[in-house]
């Protein structure tokens, strides 16, 4: 010690840096940023200069080591698991996540309009609560006991786009134990949406989860009987595995597809929605004038399996032939968007064709023109059903009036209703059906065949929807209005047309 602390400055200078190489050799890269500050700390001018230098020295050494640390621990300790942004997974993930206790603890979070929230706003001041989610740090959490990281980080990408990813890891090196939990998430996000159907829509060229919706019971879209039925059991004989084995038995790629036309509010939409909710399938919608022929063949290629893609009024986004009768990528879908930001039809026609698309989808296309689509966009093989919905006709102006003053069938009440609003079923219901019998004769009566769309009849008979009565005395006025609004639609529309000629 004696001879330590009688030592000059050189000789201690000459001593540290014997230890440099030392240090160098478990921190590479440390000794020729830390040389400077040993020259200034041995031969420093006074006492404070050298407490500056030891106090810099260690802050930098302690987090030159906590990340050399760190990275060893991630290395040999640690398992991982990273959940991309755009995958179904990274819902569940976060889904889950913010069901634990800890993330009401997380210090930094995400704040967004809960937008899902079904809980019945009384006042005001209720409407629009706040959702929080763990975001840009990590959370520590103990899940059966073990630790485990979450971390999620957010920043912007090209154009302002929010982007995304997330980790889950464990202490531990038995990766089985970050799918387990992942599993967690995956039954726990499925029993949430049990009863929903997902609807997705297209961020870029990938899918994202945009909402999800209670099923659409198929009796509440009121259409031609024969035509549902044979619409239900085409769909059930196409989803049926062995339906799967005999497309691939023959080298055909599993897929099918519908059109559905005719007059707006006929209810194109409402049947494709429950169909999906009929047979537990999900909805992809593709909306063409925000696409280009690349991203529609990602799209199309990461399309899970048993899945509904929908093309709503495709009539507004196809076009026709060009005149040489060409497919070419010249011709496009989706004219209102800018040239090289289109969908060739010819690509259309090709995902449609299912070489790049997944097995057991159903398309379903919507349009109220049929006659402006281009015949290959529909030819068989592409749209293997055409299903024209029409207006109201006699029986469905019944089951309209029978659907709006009829109690639900218990299915379709949610369980906290179910117990105020229930009728008993039997005696009840036949009562009231005869209640209702003469009175949905005399509505079918008022009202003309085939001139108005179920979303007309259902818009009014719900104007009356506390009075039966009331909606049979003020049929006539209801459509007295509604024949003059469409002769004045009628005649706006000329003039426009007019002007546009000249
Ligand atoms: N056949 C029907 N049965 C029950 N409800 C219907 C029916 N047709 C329309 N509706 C109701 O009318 C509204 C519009 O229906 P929907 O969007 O399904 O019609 P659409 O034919 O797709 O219309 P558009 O061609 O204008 O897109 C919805 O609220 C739906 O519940």
Known sequence: ????????????????????????????????????????????????????????????????????????????????IEVPYTDEAYDMLIFWVCSQPFARLARTSLATIDLKSTAESGSHAEKKPLHYSPCNGRSYFWHKRRLFVFDRQRSLGEFGTAREQAYVSYFGRDPTVLRELLDECRRHYLDTVKNKTSVFEHQGDRW??????AKREMSTVIIDKKLKEMLLDDVAEFL????????????????????????????????????????????????????????????????????????????????????????????????????????????????????ASSEGRLLIMTTNHIERLDPALIRPGRVDMKLELFLANEDMINQLFYFVYNNPPKSNIREDESERNV????????????????????????????????????????????????????????????????????????????????
């Open 208 to 213: 994202k989860a945009s909402k999800s919706m």
């Open 240 to 355: 049926d595995p062995k339906t799967r084995t005999w497309y691939s038995r023959r080298g055909l790629p599993y897929q099918r597809g519908y059109l559905l036309y005719g007059p707006p509010g006929t209810g194109k939409s409402s049947l494709c929605l429950s169909i999906a909710g009929h047979f537990d399938l999900d909805v992809y919608v593709l909306t063409m004038s925000s696409l280009n022929d690349h991203s529609l063949k990602s799209l199309f290629a990461e399309l899970p399996q048993h899945c509904i893609v929908l093309i709503e009024d495709v009539d507004a986004t196809a076009v026709h032939r060009k005149p040489d009768g060409s497919t070419d990528a010249s011709t496009s879908v989706g004219q209102n968007s800018p040239v090289g930001k289109r969908v060739s039809l010819s690509t259309l026609l090709n995902v449609l064709d299912g070489l």
């Open 1 to 80: 010690m004696a001879s330590l602390g009688n030592a000059s400055p050189t000789h201690n200078q000459s001593f540290l840096f014997d230890k440099m190489p030392l240090l160098d050799l478990f921190f590479p890269g440390l000794a020729p940023a830390t040389s400077p500050a040993w020259s200034l700390l041995t031969g420093g001018p006074n006492i404070y200069s050298r407490a500056l230098c030891i106090g810099g020295l260690l802050l930098l050494f302690g987090k030159y080591a906590s990340e050399y640390i760190e990275k060893l621990v991630e290395t040999y300790l640690l398992s991982k």
């Open 423 to 502: 009728y008993q079923a039997g005696e009840e219901k036949a009562g009231e059906d005869c209640k209702l019998l003469p009175l949905a004769q005399e509505f079918v009566a008022k009202v003309p065949k085939l001139e108005f769309s179920p979303a007309e009849i259902l818009s009014f008979l719900l104007e009356n929807k506390h009075s039966p009565h009331h909606a049979i005395a003020n049929v006539a006025v209801w459509m007295e209005k509604l024949q003059e609004e469409r002769t004045k639609l009628t005649r706006t529309t000329s003039w426009a047309l007019d002007d546009d000629d000249h």
